[in-house]
């Protein structure tokens, strides 16, 4: 059968659409195969193995290694340290006070995949109490609170899960000179906010 010029034009057209389709389809078909891998939404830090001094007045086992969140401000305690007995912990959820009342806050955000944390806040005010405003789910361990005279109060959690809200970590009504603060925690949400405030 002996086509006309038309018609050869009309089967090209066809031919290049068939072709153009089949190429697409299988560029499409090679785009479906490539896997793309994300970075992870935490790097998992370096760990390192916790240190405790001689004197440390928690003598559970504490994890071996934690993941060291150092402070953002030096603080020199230039006293001997002198460790007082442990202070077992009341989860009592307050209300921040005026935030004309509040002299120094931090926060630390931790994450799930970190374990336990080791995170350090270098204060070098004066006030007459310390609170811990959580904001996700941590389970927590200790905290160290280092005053300038180099007396360290240990605040025991007992490695206890606490929800959200605010609490009071330490009241010292006489008024001190707080230098740092150190909390031992673990976030059981994906990531976990730890904010400390010193007021007066």
């Known amino acids: 059968m002996k086509l006309n010029t038309g ?7 066809i031919a290049a ?4 389709l089949l190429t697409a389809t299988g560029a499409m078909a090679q785009r479906r195969r490539v896997v793309v891998v994300r970075p992870a939404r935490h790097p998992v830090a370096a ?3 916790l240190v405790v001094r001689t004197g440390h007045p928690i003598h559970r086992l ?5 993941v060291l969140r150092p402070a953002r401000r030096n603080v020199v305690v230039r006293a001997p340290l002198v460790y007082l007995p442990a ?3 009341t989860r009592t959820v307050v209300m921040l006070p005026a935030r004309d009342r509040l002299v120094w806050q931090d926060s630390e955000t931790i994450a799930r995949d970190e374990e336990w944390v080791d995170t350090n806040f270098g204060i070098d005010e004066s006030g007459n109490a310390l609170f811990l405003d959580i904001d996700g789910r941590a389970k927590l361990n ?4 280092t005053f300038a ?4 109060q240990v605040v025991d959690f007992n490695e206890q899960t606490h929800d959200r809200g605010v609490y009071k970590l330490l009241d010292f009504a006489d008024g001190r000179r707080v230098s740092t603060v150190r909390i031992l925690a ?3 949400s994906e990531d976990t906010k730890l904010a400390v405030y010193l007021s007066r």
């Open 47 to 49: 760990r390192h193995a």
């Open 87 to 89: 202070l077992a912990w």
């Open 7 to 13: 018609s050869r034009r009309a089967l090209l057209v």
């Open 17 to 20: 659409g068939i072709m153009l």
């Open 62 to 66: 504490l994890p071996r290694e934690v």
């Open 186 to 188: 673990k976030s059981e």
């Open 149 to 152: 005279n180099g007396n360290v």
């Open 142 to 145: 200790f905290a160290e609170v």
